[in-house]
């Protein structure tokens, strides 16, 4: 006895905590979200507005289970033909026909149409049962899509039956072992317009196309998973030409791989200021500035550069036209022409508000697999704001990069701010949103002082290299673009006009400064020259003087001489004696 | 002629209308059971009383012929079809509400 019961508390022990198997739902990103795909053997309830991309989530399920995981399945269609869904979904890349023909898929749609049928009496939706098992049957289905099951409710009075039936079915089809995604309708302030959320109680998903400045977005949430981790939020998702793909915000993988190669930004001080080598290849950066700072400038002069290097360069404008953006730069010395003929420049060239950000990023990728280029640049990813809000941005944005990094692909965005009230750097949020995602971020700011508008440029961060603090004039000219260095001295900090006028007022000064020391040299000089000729003056007075002076000497001692000679005659003359 | 499997009318009544005309009632059903058998018993009673012409009654049994739940685009049951004559019509329902089965049958009108 125990021995059984040491059996048992070691059971309960190690008793795994109870989790639904899981199977992938074939959906992009959503298999993330849950943690391995949608509950095994179990419905899941689809749930959105019309357009929401219910019927292509329920269509990816089964097409999918059957291509990529090797399930056949079973699709019913309550509102679209057989026909019009092949039709459909040819264009997504699915052959449905080819899926029938292989005895993989059934395709079956159900019409039901009040206006043709009377009610009499007690009655069940058995046939409905009939058709599916058979259904199922025929080809060994583990997948079953039903969509929109909620029809039944326009086809039935008596809902009394119809959601006793209901509920019967969501029991028969967990008796099945399928798993199957039932779409309905949303509900004005239910998940479903009929509340089919009540009868299925382990997965409800919701997707949402929500009109924002009449620019639409899809979003999927994951109101419930019973028994299961799973993201909470509500993810942005995407709709292409090859399906739903949910965008897991923090699911991203960065295993891309980093090289190590430098290429130039087409402004040689810049380089400079890099490290004297420029960007890394595959590395994203952010241009921000506010309106007419150069940041259009920045992005032709690096893609000028790549284009030099013989590399091609994809080049996405919101703002002008191609030809327009051809002529502007031409005004700063660069003929971008040359390269689009040659092939090695490709411009697109489309208001963000044409359509929306999913369509804009497919387009991206699209563009980006076709041409193959080695640079990108994106001028300017502000002008999306308004077709999504910053996290949609941020991960179409992550999206972008992340792709073009994982092809080793060089992405310039450009980013336009608008405090130009506040301090030099206080940042927007939609910046600090972006600007996490990218490995490099320049910024130009408008500078307005006496009476002129300057531009200043700098380096808010470069990652991996070692990178200039310095602030910088930028200067546009027919010579392209320079970076000078601030003037720095006694007044401050100046630029622009001030910095040329405290150029030329230095330079004039200096001039003064010489003359100065030159005529004071001269003065000197004179005054050497005056002192010498006094000198020489004294030197010959002196002299003079010295020669009448030795004169009168000489006499005297003649004189003297001559007295003695005198003396001694008279001595002799009187014969004195010794 | 074929003799129909229920036939109520007068040989006189035949002569008078159209040789063609011929009713086809076809009741789907899901086995034997209670619905499907009141079902029945109710569209008897109604074709024997209402139905002046010829008429035959189909019974299909989708257990038996699932194939046909989706040929006939049936979801409910019973449901009964009027093949004939034409416009097809759909009734569901164990047929308990014989005012409503003969407006829906067309043999009287909606008041």
Known sequence: ??????????????????????????????????????????????????????????????????????????????????????????????????????????????????????????????????????????????????????????????????RSELRRLFLWLKDRGVTAVVTGERGDRTITKYGLEEYVADCVITLDHRVTNQIATRRLRIVKY????????????LISNDGISVLPITSMSLTHIASDERISTGIPKLDTMLGAKGFYRGSSILVSGQAGTGKTSISATFVDAACRRNEKCLFFIFEESESQLIRNMKSIGMDLEPWVKKGMLRFHAVRPTAYSLEMHLSTMLKLIDEFKPTVLAVDPISNLYPIGDDIQVRSMLMRLIDYAKSLQITGLFTNLTNDAETGMYSLEPTEMHVSSLMDVWLILKNIEGNGERNRIFSIIKSRGMAHSNQLREFVLSDRGIQLRD????????????????????????????NEETARKKRELEAKKTVMENEISLIRAKFAREEDEIKVLIGQDVSRQKASENVMKEIAVQRKVDK | MPTPPKNNRKEREVEEESAEEIWILRLYVAGQTQNSLTAF???????????????????IDLLKNPQLAKDHQIIAVPTLIRKLPTPVKKIIGNLSNTEKVLVGLDLRKAE
């Open chain 2, 41 to 59: 018993d109710n569209l008897k009673k109604i074709c024997e009383k209402h139905i002046d012409c010829r008429y035959r009654i189909e019974v």
């Open chain 1, 226 to 237: 019973r028994g299961s981790i799973h993201g909470t939020d509500e993810y942005p998702f």
């Open chain 1, 486 to 513: 601030l003037y720095k001295g006694t007044e401050g900090v100046l630029f622009g006009s001030a910095r040329m006028a405290q150029e030329s007022r230095e330079a004039g000064e200096r001039i003064r400064r």
């Open chain 1, 1 to 162: 006895m125990p021995a059984t019961k040491r059996k048992m508390n070691t059971k309960t022990a190690h008793a795994p905590i109870f989790e639904f198997e899981k199977i992938p739902s074939g959906i992009k990103g959503l298999d993330d979200i849950t943690r391995g795909g949608l509950p095994k053997g179990r419905p899941s309830l689809v749930s959105g507005g019309p357009g929401c991309g219910k019927t292509l989530f329920a269509m990816e399920f089964i097409a999918r289970g059957i291509t990529e995981y090797g399930d056949p399945g079973v699709f019913i269609a309550f509102e679209e033909k057989t026909d019009d869904l092949k039709k459909n979904f040819k264009s997504m890349g699915f052959d449905l026909d080819d899926l029938v023909n292989r005895k993989k898929l059934v395709l079956d749609h159900i019409t039901v149409e009040r206006s043709e049928i009377e009610e009499t009496g007690e009655y069940d939706l058995e046939g409905l049962f009939i058709r599916l098992g058979s259904m199922i049957d025929e080809v060994g289905a583990k997948r079953v899509a039903i969509d929109t099951l909620e029809a039944l409710f326009s086809g039935f009075t008596n809902e009394a039956i119809l």
